[in-house]
């Protein structure tokens, strides 16, 4: 967390004097403390979290290079002697999640200048450190021992519903604090629905089934997708399958320091396209993960983010065609010095169920 601490004030726009850091995931990030409750401030010569007497305690405990103080009576009056006793005149504010009613709440309330920024600690999220990337690999370890342990109970007559419960029951009884995302179970003609939630639909036999789920361990997020067949494959299961395996195999062998988002993207998408279904993939290649299952970096067809050791992001290929259904393969991975490493280890073969 000292680390975290020094390299934000090296980021800070020069504009401000501190920052104000309200987002849940940033305020964890930065302090360590997990509360649902703070108000964090860092300035080149200050570190401040505020919150109430639910927990006080917990703050102290968590975020040890930090002043905690209780913001009871009065939050604003706490605030404003806090920022004074800083000398803070110019205080930054996350501009891209405080809401225009919170904004004018402490535009009415504080005594400094307001100034909006953007990204600043995003960008430190970006790159993971060790511990982080132990926590991801282990919540992907979770997911996947899930997964096999409930692959004998997917079969033609149960409902989509029914293996989203069991994949989370088991991610839950296996260590994972809750749930990344709510899980995708999309069978048949819905596999096609690239986030297709969980519905009553009874899979059956002949029917492609996407899974799309992660779990959390120690506050980080893991992400990852199978695609199976219930039953026997079809010819035409077989070769959108392919299609889909390969490109996600060629994208991630594309990984590596330097490379740009929107390059990685695009060998998953030539190899889709060629095959005359560049229509029928129409998202992003892949995102970030970390405290959040969608941060940055992008691997889109857009990004222009440059990726660097640290980083980690899915490679999420998929074709999906309406009313016949759909194939996502997704992995997650690591950007290392010379390409990546795979979280994953679970089979990306196809699979009949």
């Not at 997708?225 to 390969?246: H, M």
């Amino acid at each position: 967390m000292v680390t975290r601490l020094e390299q934000l004030r090296q980021v800070l726009p020069v504009e401000v004097d501190a920052i104000l850091i309200l987002k849940p995931d940033n305020r964890a990030y930065i302090t360590g403390f997990t509360g649902s409750a703070g108000y964090v401030l860092v300035g080149k010569n200050m570190a401040s979290i505020l919150t109430d007497f639910r927990y006080v305690e917990q703050a102290s405990a968590q975020a040890t290079e930090f002043t905690c103080l209780d913001y009871a009576p009065s939050l604003h009056d706490a605030l404003n002697k806090a920022l004074n006793d800083g000398n803070i005149t110019k205080l930054g504010f996350e501009s891209d999640f405080v809401t225009f009613g919170n904004y004018q709440t402490l535009k009415e309330n504080l005594v400094v200048e307001l100034v909006p920024v953007t990204g600043a600690v995003e960008k430190l999220r970006m790159v993971k450190d060790e511990a982080e990337l132990s926590y991801m690999q282990k919540a992907t370890e979770i997911a996947e021992a899930a997964l096999e342990m409930i692959l004998p109970k997917i079969k033609a007559g149960v409902s989509e519903a029914y293996v989203a419960l069991e994949l989370e029951v088991a991610m839950r009884r296996l260590g994972g604090e809750r749930l990344a995302f709510d899980s995708i179970s999309a069978s048949g003609p819905r596999s096609s629905l690239p986030h297709g939630r969980a519905s009553e639909r009874v899979i059956q036999t002949g029917d492609f089934l996407t899974l799309d789920f992660g779990a959390v361990y120690n506050g980080y997020c893991c992400d990852m997708t199978r695609s199976f067949v219930i039953g026997t494959a079809s010819p035409e299961q077989e070769k959108i399958y392919n299609i889909v395996l390969e490109a996600q195999r060629a994208a991630l062998a594309a990984v590596r320091p330097g490379i740009v988002g929107k390059d990685v993207d695009k060998v998953a998408r030539d190899i889709i396209s060629a095959a005359g279904y560049g229509e029928r993939f129409g998202h992003g290649l892949g995102h970030g993960v970390g405290r959040m299952v969608h941060e940055g970096p992008s691997a889109g067809s857009k990004s222009e983010d440059i990726l660097q050791p640290g980083m980690v992001v899915t490679i999420e290929p998929g074709i999906y065609i309406p009313e016949w259904g759909g194939v996502r393969i997704e992995d997650m991975v690591v950007v290392t010095e010379n390409g990546y490493r795979n979280f994953n280890r679970f089979s990306k073969e196809l699979i009949c169920l």
